[in-house]
Every structure is written in C-alpha cells, then in structure tokens.
C-alpha cells in the first residue's frame, strides 16, 4: 500500500502513500480494502505513537487516503447519526459522500488513538456555498474541509457549526 523501506527513520513521519495505489485499491474487491485499510491503520497508530506531539503527518495521511475514494453525490443521511455506517461498512461500499467521507476520517483517527477527542461536525462553509461533515481531532485540526487535507480550526473561520456529534455518541448507536 505504501513505499515503505522499512529503516530505522528518526522523522517518525508516515512514508510517502502512493496515490495511483490508492485509487486502484478502491477498484478492488471489498475484502482487500478492508485489508489494505487495515494495514494503513496498523501502520499509522505505530507512527502516531512515535510522533513526538506533532500529529499532522498521520492526519494528512488519513486524508489523502480517504480523498481517493470514489465520490458519489450523497451515500448517508447528514441528519441522523443513528443510520450512519460504521467505518467497515464504508470500506465495504467503496465510494464516499461529502459526508462520509469525514465520517470516515472521524473513524480513522478513533481507531488510531481512543483518547483523542474526536467530533463530527456538520458544517455550512460559506467561502464554497456547501454543507458536508468534517472530523476534528483534538479541538486542534479538520479534515475534510475544502480549504486543504489538514486545517488548523483556528483557519475556520468561513465554517460555521451546525451540529456536533462525538465520536464515541456515534460508534454507541452504529
């Protein structure tokens, strides 16, 4: 899935994730994405948890891993978390939404670290006239937003909060 040399690397930083793999990945049958999704995760909490304080590498993985997912229109209700899939069920689908797929990076960095404070955010971004779910991770950074992979929420200003669901709200009723 990924270029990995497998040296001793004192950056501790994620390696390199190959986008044209990743694209394919997505053509593959829904057991290998679980695979290859599986492996990704192994791989990025070992490097979250040798990141020094500085999560960013592993969240910009998480996003360019997730952006590569095939777009349709709308695959969940943004109104009610009590239908939205779990992340496996994401994976299993193989397409995301504007809203799953912040979901999904929600899922992500749960599944990385338990301990971090994780919400979903269903936000209206008044810069792109749009509305879709971003992961905040830690009250610190946002995925998902169509201002960049990994934003500071300081940089949010153009974002404004409709509705707020913790992760550990959504994972008690998937």
């Known amino acids: 899935m990924y270029n990995n040399d497998n040296n001793n690397n004192d950056n501790n930083t994620m390696d390199e994730l190959n986008i044209s793999q990743l694209r394919n990945l997505w053509m593959r049958s829904p057991d290998e994405r ?8 192994i791989e990025a909490q070992f490097v979250y948890g040798n990141c020094d304080g500085n999560p960013l590498p592993i969240l910009e993985s998480i996003s360019t891993w997730w952006n590569q997912a095939p777009s349709v229109s709308v695959a969940i ?66 995925l998902n937003s169509s201002h960049g992979s990994v934003i500071d929420v300081q940089a949010t200003d153009s974002l404004e909060i409709r509705e707020t669901w913790d992760i550990q709200a959504v994972l008690t009723n998937t």
């Open 34 to 41: 679980l695979a290859c999704w599986r492996e990704f995760r």
């Open 77 to 142: 209700d943004p109104y009610n978390f009590k239908s939205w899939p779990t992340i496996w069920e994401i994976i299993h689908q193989g397409e995301c939404c504007k809203y799953s797929r912040g979901l999904a990076m929600a899922y992500n960095i749960h599944y990385i670290d338990r301990d971090a404070k994780v919400t979903i955010d269903r936000v209206r971004d008044h810069t792109y006239h749009d509305e879709y779910l971003i992961a905040t991770y830690n009250d610190e950074f946002v």
